[in-house]
């Protein structure tokens, strides 16, 4: 059967994690974040503030009751920053258990999107959504894709709006992309990373029609050599990017599997402030809005590394 790994590639995603906490954590001076302060202080990350969330929340707009699933690894279901805006989602691998995060990577993509706002930690995009932690991966990040048709289908009976999906498989699937369709045709409006494959193609679901594709930015709005080029829609942060753990605490992590939580919040947001009435295509109306409220990189217009730009509030 078929095996699918997290945007990562599994060792490298260990290699990059020790070397941004040893190395970026006391050295980057784009990161000024003291990670053992956060358990009493709250920071608004550095793409949270870029993306012009703030804009957004002066005028009441948080994400409220827009209903986030994240099929990843899990969650940690106790996590103090999180466990406010968690519902109840479900472990696809075994239902017999909750969807707890044995990896660490879907607690770090569930902070972008709605880390709650209080008096510590860090501060999410959409910090009033609702996140449905839809575990997909196991321990080592890897996953089937026979899980991950499980995890759509559960996101379309539950009536999700957003699937995040910061990961990504080489090849195309047609069980995979029929699922993804499946989706999108319910109107639920699919993000996903665009492949950390350093400047190669375009993995999958991020390739498929009808779903968003992000690739990560980092604070000077430069493409993040991590990325891969192709078919990708928008630009967001991920570089250097400060998030929840699955200890119950906080680090430094980038790539586009943490840039595109970001787009996903800004979804929430829009959906939220919007609310889409009678639109003919939930998908290309939220699209168009990105598109109007982004910023042009690289090459003047669309190119197939920016994509259509840097989202911002």
Same mark, same amino acid.
């Given at each position: 059967m078929k095996r699918i790994f997290c945007i990562f590639l599994a060792v490298f995603f260990l290699c990059l994690l020790i070397i941004y906490i040893l190395f970026i954590r006391t050295s980057s001076p784009n990161?000024?974040?003291?990670?053992?302060?956060?358990?009493? %202080?709250? &920071?608004?990350? =550095? /793409?949270?503030? %870029?993306?012009? @969330?703030?804009?957004? =929340?002066?005028? +009441?707009? !948080? /994400?409220?009751?827009?209903?986030? *699933?994240?099929?990843? @690894? +899990?969650? *940690?279901?106790?996590h103090p920053d999180l466990r406010d805006n968690l519902k109840e989602g479900i472990n696809i691998i075994d239902s017999t258990q909750p969807p707890l995060d044995d990896y660490g990577h879907g607690?770090?993509?569930?902070?972008? #999107?709605?880390?709650?706002?209080?008096?510590? +930690?860090?501060?999410?995009? $959409?910090?009033? $959504?609702?996140? !449905?932690?839809v575990k997909v991966l196991d321990q080592n990040g890897y996953g089937e894709v026979d899980d991950l048709v499980k995890g759509i289908e559960w996101c379309i009976n539950n009536d999700i709006q957003i699937i995040n999906m910061s990961f990504s498989i080489k090849e195309?699937?047609?069980?995979?992309?029929? $699922? #993804?369709k499946r989706a999108v045709e319910k109107g639920i409006i699919i993000v996903a990373s665009a492949t950390n494959s350093l400047g190669g193609d375009i993995g999958f679901p991020a390739a498929y029609d009808g779903v968003i594709s992000v690739v990560s930015i980092d604070e000077d709005l430069n493409i993040d050599k991590m990325s891969g080029r192709g078919k990708v829609d928008?630009?967001?942060p991920g570089v250097n990017v400060?998030?929840?753990?699955?200890?119950?605490? !906080? &680090?430094?992590? @980038?790539?586009?599997?943490i840039?595109?939580? %970001?787009?996903?919040?800004?979804?929430a947001l829009l959906l939220e402030n919007n609310k889409y009435v009678n639109v003919h295509s939930l998908y290309q109306a939220v699209v168009y809005d990105l598109k109007s409220i982004s910023k042009?990189?690289?090459?003047? /217009?669309?190119d197939e590394v920016y994509g259509n730009g840097f989202v911002q509030f």
């Open positions: 990161t000024p974040v003291d990670l053992d302060r956060l358990k009493d %202080h709250q &920071t608004t990350p =550095w /793409g949270v503030l %870029h993306i012009g @969330s703030n804009n957004m =929340w002066k005028n +009441g707009v !948080y /994400g409220e009751k827009i209903r986030v *699933a994240v099929m990843d @690894s +899990g969650v *940690a279901l106790n607690t770090l993509v569930i902070g972008v #999107i709605g880390a709650v706002n209080n008096d510590y +930690g860090v501060i999410g995009v $959409a910090p009033k $959504a609702e996140i !449905y932690p195309d699937n047609q069980l995979f992309k029929s $699922a #993804i928008f630009s967001a400060v998030s929840t753990s699955n200890d119950g605490g !906080y &680090t430094i992590i @980038s790539g586009t599997s840039a595109t939580p %970001h787009i996903s919040g800004a979804i042009d990189l690289g090459s003047k /217009g669309y």
